[in-house]
């Protein structure tokens, strides 16, 4: 696995002073993915968790629906200039029986960490069927479980506190308990990777599970909650119009503006409870 932060000499400038001094930054790599030895995406993201991102991203896809789907995943040859692997081209093998990816999840062949829907052929590409729908999650989360939430997510970025740089998602029960954080430069890649490690630990569909982000809601991380069966999805800011739009019509609990100890909740709020009620 390639290196998760670098540093970087930087001119440091304030109203009184000038100094220089050394920088640490998070690491961006594109990563190749294959589908039976053919290219099927490439994305920029954070070197580590490259197979969960890999299960995840082909379960918000719609190309798999549980670990038996898959019956390998190996980095192939890719060298740097020093001959040395990048770790930076991934290839998985389906099991017999698994449809192949169709044109509608090829994204052009190229996403960009801070828009993983740009490169689709379509919004109705995007608008898959889920194997678990959390429409009928009888989950519910009691509203200080859920305001203590994004400060444990904050506390368990390890790589935030050191660049600065870097989206995280956490998925936890809705007892509050943290079972898994991710960070990635992409904000769809810390989802894929949080996804992807439940997929791999048998935690799918993630009924009675609240997911949190650290940025805005997207369109795009409401169809990837969907898609695993995630009853309840967190935001510390906005969702868009498109992302209400979908939760809605999917069952999906979504909240954005989840700072100290006040919420916005656009749908579903029969899950968010007063008292510590919480099902599941």
């Known amino acids: 696995m390639g290196r998760l932060t670098v540093r970087h000499s930087v001119l440091r400038l304030s109203a009184e002073h000038t100094s220089r001094r050394s920088d640490r930054l998070a690491v961006e790599e594109p990563i190749e993915l294959r589908v039976d030895g053919r290219a099927l995406a490439v994305t920029m993201r954070t070197p580590g968790h490259d197979v969960e991102l890999m299960h995840g991203f082909l379960l918000t896809e719609g190309v798999i629906g549980s670990v038996s789907d898959v019956v390998a995943a190996r980095y192939c040859d890719s060298v740097d200039g020093n001959g040395r692997n990048t770790y930076n081209v991934l290839d998985v093998a389906l099991a017999a029986g698994v449809a192949a990816p169709g044109s509608g999840v090829d994204?052009?062949?190229?996403?960009?960490s801070s828009c993983g829907v740009c490169g689709k052929a379509s919004l109705d590409a995007v608008r898959l069927r889920s194997r678990f729908s959390p429409a009928h999650d009888p989950a519910q989360v009691a509203r200080q479980t859920l305001f203590a939430m994004p400060d444990a997510l904050r506390a368990a970025q390890r790589l935030f506190d050191s660049t600065g740089g870097l989206h995280a998602a956490g998925l936890f029960s809705v007892e509050g308990r943290l079972l898994v954080v991710r960070e990635d430069v992409g904000r769809h890649n810390a989802v894929d990777k949080v996804l992807g490690w439940a997929l791999l630990n048998g935690r799918l569909p993630a009924g009675g599970c609240v997911l949190i982000v650290s940025g805005r809601a997207s369109f795009e991380l409401v169809q990837k909650a969907v898609m695993a069966g995630v009853p309840?999805?967190?935001?510390?800011?906005?969702?868009s119009s498109l992302a209400v739009d979908l939760a809605t019509e999917s069952g999906l609990t979504l909240v954005g503006f989840l700072r100290g100890t006040t919420m916005n909740v656009y749908s579903g709020p029969e899950r968010i409870q007063?008292?510590?009620?919480?099902?599941g």
Request: hydrophobic residues 50%; glycine residues 0%.
């Open 107 to 112: 994204r052009n062949f190229y996403t960009t």
């Open 232 to 239: 309840i999805l967190a935001a510390v800011s906005a969702p």
């Open 274 to 279: 007063a008292t510590s009620t919480a099902a």
